[in-house]
T-cell receptor, first 117, second 111 residues
């Protein structure tokens, strides 16, 4: 199993350009997430999808849109990129069911390093 | 408010020395806490969770509800422990859960 995959690995955009970050998982997980990682701020949740067909905002959704294309795929779109969106983006997935009273761990992709100039 | 605080950005220790990475949380419910680790050029991965009470790679972490802390400890640091460590709090959503992360602590183990 590949786990969680992300494309592209690196991207440079100019201010105002748009792009879509792709994420796919092969673990049959219900829930998928998009985080951004910035120095000194840890990972912050942008959007999540608790199950196929649903999406919800996280902590920092402004400037982003998402699509849960099917159970496997969850994409993140920047409509008009800004320098403040320079970051490393991580996709994650998890099984939203509770087992023995616990939520399962989240599995992360390798990340996409995005620079907006 | 749900918050995770890791007060140290960088912790530098010598090989063989004890390590303690601090984590404090704020959460009104019953917390589920995790430590995630990111080694150089690798993806973020789960190190341990509080409920398991197990030792992974020599690391342990005890949940102290009175002090709202979940510090990560290892008695003897190894060079391969050098990495970024994140403490994370699982919070409930309508369906499923999400993670709230601390800012992370870089651990450097010197030879």
């Amino acid at each position: 199993n590949a786990g969680v995959t992300q494309t592209p690995k690196f991207q440079v955009l100019k201010t105002g350009q748009s792009m879509t970050l792709q994420c796919a998982q092969d673990m049959n997980h219900n829930s998928m997430y998009w985080y951004r990682q910035d120095p000194g701020m840890g990972l912050r949740l942008i959007y999540y999808s608790a199950s196929e067909g649903t999406t919800d905002k996280g902590e920092v959704p402004n400037g982003y849109n998402v699509s849960r294309l099917n159970k496997r795929e969850f994409s993140l779109r920047l409509e008009s990129a800004a320098p403040s969106q320079t970051s490393v983006y991580f996709c994650a997935s998890s099984d939203s069911k509770r087992t023995s009273g616990l939520y399962s761990e989240q599995y992360f992709g390798p990340g996409t390093r995005l620079t907006v100039t | 408010a749900q918050r995770v605080t890791q007060p140290e950005k960088l912790l530098s220790v010598f090989k063989g020395a004890p390590v303690e990475l601090k984590c404090n949380y704020s959460y009104s419910g019953s917390p589920e806490l995790f430590w995630y680790v990111q080694y150089s050029r690798q993806r973020l991965q789960l190190l341990l969770r509080h409920i398991s009470r197990e030792s992974i790679k020599g690391f342990t972490a005890d949940l102290n509800k009175g002090e709202t802390s979940f510090h990560l400890k290892k008695p003897f640091a190894q060079e391969e422990d050098s990495a970024m460590y994140y403490c994370a709090l699982s919070t409930l959503l309508e369906y499923g859960n999400k993670l709230v992360f601390g800012a992370g602590t870089i651990l450097r183990v010197k030879s």
